[in-house]
């Protein structure tokens, strides 16, 4: 009997191409070229992905969604402050990309400019935007004066920048089990959520500069 097709899916794509830009140490030109290399059909590949950057992009938003899904098999989750769900999500999301380190770093490295600006990010950053614009409004549905109510907008491009932030410090970060990067997390989502809700709306915008600087100076 002929041997049995192998079955295609988004995940083994996603699979084969993190391993070939690993083995190879470059990306794929072509789709041609990696499904050849992969031994599965052109057709098959559109079926998940139209493009080679669809791909790169895919890998991020899988990262995103990986990131959900563990998260909201917590049960707890739901009853956690806002303070305590973005910490729950950071921790989870870099548990992720630590799974997937020697990928991410390959990518990091060969970015020819600014990292934040990579076409490839464009879905996870508004994944994450949209995220963090979530817990605001489920923040300010609870407060009555308007002068209290947090910016969504304003907390989610912080929220996107402390990303970028974390993501820089943790390549860079040789510590076990990447410890120091835990404790980023943790004061540097500490110190957002501090300058929110204790600082004028003028001192958040000098903060956020601050940050922006330098993550990306």
């Known amino acids: 009997m002929p041997a049995k097709a192998k079955k295609v899916t988004k995940e083994t794509i996603i ?3 993190m391993d070939y830009v690993l083995e190879n ?3 794929p030109k072509t789709v041609y070229k990696f499904c050849k290399v992969n031994a599965i059909k052109e057709s098959d590949f559109y079926l998940h992905f139209g493009s080679i950057d669809a791909i790169k992009k895919g890998i991020w938003n899988t990262f995103y ?6 998260i909201e098999k917590n ?3 739901q009853d956690f402050t806002n303070r305590e769900k973005m910490l729950t999500f950071f921790y989870t999301f870099f548990e992720v990309l630590t799974l997937n380190r020697s990928y991410i770093l390959f990518i990091m490295d060969s ?3 600014p990292f934040k600006n ?3 990010l464009k879905g996870l950053r508004k994944n994450i935007k949209e995220f963090s614009k979530g817990l605001i409004a489920d923040g300010n549905a609870d407060k009555n004066l308007k002068i209290t109510k947090h910016n969504p907008q304003l907390f989610s491009e912080g929220a996107w920048l402390q990303t970028m932030f974390l993501m820089n410090f943790w390549k860079s970060d040789d510590s076990a089990a990447f410890e ?3 404790v980023a997390i943790e004061k540097s989502v500490n110190t957002i959520f501090d300058v929110f ?3 004028p709306l003028e001192n958040i915008l000098d903060f956020g500069k601050f940050l922006y600087k330098e993550t990306f100076a």
């Not at 969604?65 to 563990?70: K, P, Q």
Request: glycine share 4%.
């Open 111 to 113: 970015a020819s400019g």
């Open 65 to 70: 969604i990986n990131t959900v899904s563990v």
């Open 180 to 182: 120091k990067t835990d």
């Open 197 to 199: 809700d204790n600082t």
């Open 15 to 17: 699979t084969m191409f």
């Open 75 to 77: 049960k707890e989750y």
């Open 25 to 27: 140490e470059k990306l």
């Open 118 to 120: 990579m076409e490839q």
